[in-house]
């Protein structure tokens, strides 16, 4: 019977097909033994026709046996059904369910079953990925969140000890006048300074909340004018620093879907940065592939140091030189952001024939033109 109930697919049946199938089965099965019953109860009158108890007894028992015989073919078709169409699927629900509740995520949920079950698992397969993919998105926001709090914190220690130090010796030495006018002065200009960068700090801070609330509004553009505005905005900055560039596109599609403010904040960070280090040329690929819409600038100059690629994207981070123009180093970091809002990346490197390559990825559904 397995085998049979298996050549003729139940798995493949909805739930209700597969009900009706085994409740038609089960009551041919069941005429066939009440047929076969009765053949017995008629055949042992035939042998005692003459005997009282067989007359007697003989309908009573055959009703009976009847009976008996719809009641188990009710209990079997029931454990059948439980067996071949909602045992299994349910025993993966509850794994699944005690596993989600416990937030183990690392694991799928598959059933080949094509019914409304399988369905479900489906559903329930497309849910759980989606929880460990918010998971560990929320994991990395708080874990950065540490980071940057943590080196925000670090950065404001200096200035925050050198306010601290002098609000100390105004008050030990300005009520007994041992402190010059122009010492004095020196004194209050120099926490100036400090009270200035305290609050830039906190404003680099704010840009960071905001940045991460910021909605994604994608639109549909054509990649000769995304690429027109990024060149305008490339020959800008390079003319400000007496460099030139150069740009290649290799794409699949001629039209792309993303958000052209988030995509062009990102792309002149990133071009600030080549022509800030190139010596001479900065190189700007475009590229169209696999739903993503990439930027990749490369350029001329001594590229990163093995520190800085590792702590490039760190907020904060500004290598070795120290920028006195309010440079927190917070370029990279935001694009980071940015690009990772857009469900794509930033990735570091150095190129292959020296200076740097920063590549920003952007998932962007395709149209095909």
Not at 175 to 184: A, G, T, V
Not at 276 to 301: C, E, H, L, N, P
Not at 347 to 359: D, L, Q, Y
Request: proline share 2%.
């Amino acid at each position: 019977m397995e085998k049979m109930i298996g050549w003729l697919r139940l798995k493949n049946m909805t739930l209700l097909q597969s009900f009706i199938f085994l409740c038609s089965f089960m009551l041919l099965m069941v005429l066939s033994v009440i047929v076969l019953e009765f053949k017995w109860a008629e055949s042992i009158r035939q042998q005692y026709p003459d005997h009282p108890l067989v007359n007697k007894w003989a309908l009573p028992s055959l009703v009976a046996i009847v009976m008996i015989t719809v009641a188990v073919s009710i209990l079997l078709m029931a454990s059948l059904f439980y067996r071949w169409k909602l045992k299994k699927p349910l025993e993966i629900l509850m794994k699944a369910s005690n596993k989600i509740s416990a937030n183990e995520l690392d694991f799928h949920i598959y059933y080949d079953g094509k019914d409304e079950f399988g369905e479900l698992c489906l559903v329930f397969e497309k849910m759980r990925s989606q929880l460990e993919k918010n998971f560990k998105t929320l994991w990395r926001s708080v874990e950065e969140r540490k980071q940057v709090n943590a080196i925000f914190a670090h950065d404001l220690r200096t200035p925050l000890s050198v306010l601290k130090g002098y609000s100390e010796l105004l008050t030990t030495y300005l009520p007994r006048n041992n402190i010059s006018e122009e010492k004095l002065l020196d004194m209050i200009q120099t926490m100036k300074v400090h009270i200035i960068r305290l609050e830039s700090y906190t404003e680099a801070m704010n840009s960071i909340q905001k940045l991460e609330d910021m909605p994604v509004q994608r639109q549909a553009i054509a990649l000769e004018e995304i690429t027109s505005l990024l060149n305008d905005s490339a020959q800008q900055i390079m003319r400000q620093c007496d460099k030139r560039f150069v740009s290649t596109i290799n794409a699949d599609s001629n039209n792309i879907r993303v958000d052209l403010n988030l995509v062009m904040q990102v792309f002149e960070n990133v071009i600030a940065n080549g022509a800030r280090y190139a010596t001479s040329q900065v190189r700007i690929d475009y590229s169209v592939s696999k739903d993503f819409f990439s930027i990749t600038i490369m350029d001329d100059g001594a590229g990163f140091s093995e520190t800085d690629l590792q702590k490039a994207v760190l907020p904060f981070y500004r290598g070795e030189v120290w920028d006195t123009n309010g440079h927190h180093g917070l370029g990279l970091y935001i694009c980071k952001i940015l690009c990772e809002k857009h469900d794509g990346s930033l990735h570091v490197e150095n190129g292959s024939h020296g200076g740097a390559k920063i590549t920003a990825s952007f998932f962007t559904k395709l149209i095909k033109s």
